[in-house]
């Protein structure tokens, strides 16, 4: 885990690399790489690398970057982790190709050089990186199919810039206009969606794609896999097939859970009382030396919603090394300005992981375990069953979208007496999945983001947007309304802001975040189990996965991971459970200024 930066004057009539703008790029992400540095600058002065770095696998001299072969003359600069490396290294080795080190770097090195793009499919892990091919005077770029490691592009027609943060590009020479797709988007999702960002001159390449920069031109980018392709390509199981099924899958997250605690570091697992950050524990239990962290927040202590007494019971029953962390208002007040500059961009939804992998680091871990993806993969959201049912009780309506609009527009003197202004939209957007889900996940309706920016830029920003269309895209061939809406919560919500705060929230505290239930090959292994509803298969899978965890958590119905941001906020207002439309505006003024 890392931070990469580049920069590549691709034009003839582009300037040379500017040596100090690529290490000011660099040191903007220290804490991604506090175990080492490196750079790399071309003869022609017309290509630099650079690399901070936060040793995982191969701690040793071998694995610093940007990292050289000297069979080709290629350079990478790679952030993330391949998790099959040694299987891959193994393979190289029997096709006569000699390595040097231990490094997952350098089987992507090797790789490239035999396989070309090729290469993408045959990688288990996290990554984004960069390449320099000597030989094609072209420079290739990739990112892992969900998006779990990011890489953000500045291209201005003659130098494109590249880097693992946007705030690293922002000391650069880049494009700062506000983009307006990124703010309204922002404020729609409470996270900034892919590809945009807060700036006009800045994108993030997309997961799944590779691109070549080359003969002066930037190409196209290029798919190589994503999440919706494989949900087309889901299996459905049989009543007959259920208990088989469920021992597939249980053994799928297990082989996951084991590729992903490959390290020369120790690995924690970050423990909350629910179902998955528990099977990922007795999963990682059976392996070896378990370490736990579970966060609890003094607002919550002895309530309902402290997860803490029964984490500590699982871990107790794991023989896991296990810590509690407690946090109060107090603590978000010290840590809000740091918290702040170190939110690569707005999300309403990182705070708790911020605090869990300061704890983490504070324990001297450098590599944990969490649980995102799980309520994805698994159907186990409240939309997998709300959004159904809103769509069945208002299809009728989606033949009169005018209709709902005009219902909506009539409504709007009224939105102060309704429970939520979502209400408004119901016609409109309930009788379809993309308008349901929308109706789900939106932090602001499309309706309301004018009063809160600019409204010509609002509405140039959705426009552009495209939101419900955008979301189609995301479906489109999926046969199965519960993997479409696993395809939705993946794309939308787990990779705009579950992933993207995992990673910068993580790499504040120089700690790898890594996420088995979100890997490709245990997509891929994945079934639909219709026989069970939503409410039951998540509950199924963990009792199979790991049957010996406490009932208690077992049996323990959904809540959901609650941060007492309101009660920071507003410590004088009454305790309101859930609400984030206040600390997006607080988000959104402060990097609006920035």
């Avoid at 509405?459 to 489109?476: H, P, Q, R």
Wanted: hydrophobic share 45%; glycine share 10%.
């Amino acid at each position: 885990m890392c931070g990469i930066a580049g920069i590549y004057s691709y034009r003839e009539d582009a300037p040379p690399v500017d040596q100090a703008e690529l290490m000011r790029m660099r040191e903007r992400m220290i804490l991604r790489g506090p175990d080492g540095a490196g750079a790399w600058v071309s003869d022609d002065g017309r290509t630099g690398l650079a690399h901070r770095r936060l040793a995982i696998i191969d701690l040793s001299p071998a694995g610093a970057q940007p990292m050289h072969d000297p069979e080709t003359g290629n350079w990478i600069v790679f952030n993330g982790e391949i998790y099959n490396h040694a299987e891959l290294r193994e393979q190289l080795n029997r096709e006569g190709v000699v390595t040097r080190s231990h490094s997952d770097t350098e089987v992507l090195l090797k790789l490239y050089a035999h396989k070309g793009a090729a290469m993408l499919n045959m990688l288990r892990g996290m990554y984004a990186f960069a390449i320099w091919d000597a030989r094609k005077r072209q420079m290739f770029f990739a990112r892992d199919p969900f998006g779990i490691k990011p890489l953000y592009i500045a291209d201005d027609g003659r130098t494109l810039r590249f880097a693992s943060q946007v705030k690293a590009l922002l000391a650069g020479r880049v494009d700062t206009r506000p983009e307006p797709a990124g703010h309204a988007g922002f404020l729609l999702w409470g996270s900034v969606p892919e590809p945009y960002t807060l700036y006009r001159g800045i994108r993030a390449l997309l997961p799944g794609h590779w691109m070549i920069v080359a003969d002066g031109a930037v190409g196209r980018p290029v798919c190589f896999n994503s999440p919706s392709h494989s949900l087309c390509h889901t299996p459905s199981a049989g009543p007959e097939a259920t208990e088989a099924t469920l021992h597939q899958i249980a053994a799928a997250v297990r082989e996951s859970v084991a590729a992903h605690m490959v390290a020369d570091v120790p690995v924690g697992v970050f423990l909350s009382a629910g179902l998955d950050s528990t099977m990922l524990a007795a999963c990682a239990a059976s392996l070896g030396t378990l370490r736990t962290l579970t966060l609890g927040f003094e607002e919550y202590k002895d309530s309902a919603y402290d997860e803490a007494a029964l984490a500590g019971e699982v871990a107790h029953s794991l023989g896991a090394q296990h810590t509690l962390h407690r946090i109060s208002a107090a603590d978000f007040a010290h840590d809000r300005e740091l918290l702040l500059a170190a939110m690569d961009q707005p999300s309403i939804d990182g705070v708790n992981t911020w605090f869990v992998a300061k704890a983490a680091a504070q324990q001297g871990l450098k590599v944990a375990l969490s649980g995102i993806g799980g309520d994805e993969l698994f159907g186990s959201y409240p939309s997998f069953r709300q959004v159904p049912q809103l769509r069945k009780t208002l299809n009728g309506f989606t033949g009169s979208p005018l209709l709902g609009r005009v219902v909506r527009k009539g409504l709007s003197p009224l939105s102060g007496m309704l429970p939520s202004p979502k209400y408004a939209g119901l016609l409109e957007y309930g009788g379809t999945l993309e308008g349901g889900y929308l109706l789900r996940r939106a932090l602001f309706m499309p309706w309301e983001i004018g009063a809160l920016m600019d409204p010509e830029m609002a509405a140039a920003g959705l426009k552009e947007l495209d939101t419900l269309a955008s979301m189609g895209s995301s479906t489109n061939g999926i046969g199965s309304e519960r993997l479409a809406l696993s395809a939705l919560e993946m794309q939308w919500y787990m990779k705009n802001q579950l992933l993207r705060d995992a990673d910068w929230a993580g790499m504040a505290h120089s700690l790898e975040i890594r996420v088995p239930f979100v890997d490709m090959a245990l997509l891929g292994q994945f079934v639909e189990i219709p026989a069970l509803d939503p409410t039951q298969e998540k509950r199924m899978i963990a009792r199979t996965v790991a049957p010996n965890l406490p009932e208690a958590v077992l049996s323990r119905p959904k809540t959901g991971f609650a941060v007492p941001i309101h009660q920071w906020l507003n410590p004088d207002a009454p305790q309101k459970i859930g609400s984030h439309r206040e600390w997006a505006r607080v988000l959104y003024q402060s990097f609006a200024k920035s």
